[in-house]
């Protein structure tokens, strides 16, 4: 059973503050970090911030860390929930306690907080791997796959200085036959990619972005590209190695026009694209670069693009801010992607 809930209010990597929660049980304390990213999508869980401008600019999560121990947590151990045996019912306790279909009025940094420090009370209660305990919850059957990477190498969008709009391109070794060899092709391409850019731009250009890619001062998305495919093969692995994007387009995208704006970073600069010429666009890009994955290509209330892409795309496309943890988007995604 829980004997007791803490929490404490930390830094991310970025220097915002977010919610720690510690979950003691007989098999010992647990603990889970709640960080979030430059870029959410608006349909997301609400995560809940103090809005007191005279603390780290109205960013701070005292309040997500008072309603854990004076409300979530006191009412979990009250109840005698038992990790090991009750994932399913202490994350159903936790949104009704909340009764918001956003989880705004206690915060989903409070109530996830919580469940992921439960969800490791209860794979150590069992004897078990995190991964095989979440197996279990979710009912679902074996053999397993350990993923392949995707490695975020090169920034743009709101994650970097530089007047790229698409937020990040990835790597991809696809052609590793372990992790651990993925992660060194990884690594020996990411090297090649750091001397390529200080070649190419000069060694002040290969400082970094907001998630650890480069960000060198480059406009487009081919410009990217051509850098990863020139460190693909200065590292020797070409043909081991995929490329992936993350436009985060919803960044770009205005409501009023219906368009993107590719230049929304550059005032220098008037490119924008319809929905149309989006498609096209990463059409082109796939059949030039290969591209095998393409995360929030549209923005997240352009479903008319997203289905009339996905009917005959031939690569993998991942709903980030689309779905953003919400179970009524993910369901209407499946209705339309049918």
């Not at 990835?170 to 070649?199: C, H, N, Q």
């Not at 997203?306 to 499946?334: H, P």
């Amino acid at each position: 059973m829980i004997e007791s809930i803490k929490a404490a209010e930390r830094l991310d990597s970025r220097g915002k503050p977010t919610v720690q929660v510690a979950v003691t049980t007989s098999h010992g304390t647990f603990y889970s970090l709640v960080p979030s990213g430059a870029s959410t999508g608006k349909h997301e869980a609400l995560e809940l911030r103090d809005g007191d401008m005279s603390r780290f600019g109205g960013m701070g999560t005292t309040r997500a860390v008072a309603n854990v121990e004076t409300l979530l947590g006191p009412a979990l151990v009250e109840h005698k929930f038992d990790p090991k045996t009750q994932l399913k019912e202490i994350d159903k306790f936790m949104k009704e306690l909340d009764g918001t279909a956003d989880k705004s009025r206690l915060g989903a940094n409070a109530i996830l907080g919580i469940s992921m420090a439960c969800a490791r009370a209860g794979a150590a209660a069992k004897g078990v791997p995190l991964y095989e305990f979440i197996r279990q919850e979710a009912g679902l059957e074996g053999p397993y796959t350990v993923p392949v990477p995707f490695l975020n190498v090169l920034n743009g969008g709101v994650h970097s200085g530089n007047t790229m709009a698409f937020q990040e391109l990835m790597i991809a070794p696809t052609g590793a036959e372990s992790f651990a060899e993925g992660i060194r092709l990884a690594v020996d391409v990411y090297s090649a990619l750091k001397t390529i850019i200080a070649d190419r731009f000069g060694a002040p250009a290969t400082g970094i972005g907001d998630e650890g890619g480069f960000a060198p001062p480059i406009s487009s998305l081919e410009e990217g590209l051509d850098l990863m495919v020139a460190a693909v093969e200065k590292a020797g692995h070409t043909g081991r190695i995929k490329f992936a994007c993350d436009p985060a387009s919803s960044e770009f995208f205005d409501q009023e026009s219906g368009l993107y704006d590719l230049s929304f970073k550059d005032k220098t600069s008037n490119e924008t694209r319809t929905s149309e010429e989006m498609q096209q666009l990463y059409k082109a890009i796939i059949g030039k670069y290969g591209l095998v994955l393409l995360e929030d290509p549209f923005a997240e209330d352009d479903w008319s693009s997203w289905t009339e892409f996905n009917r005959d795309c031939t690569i993998e496309l991942v709903g980030d801010d689309l779905l953003c943890t919400n179970v009524d988007r993910i369901k209407l995604a499946s209705e339309k992607k049918r």
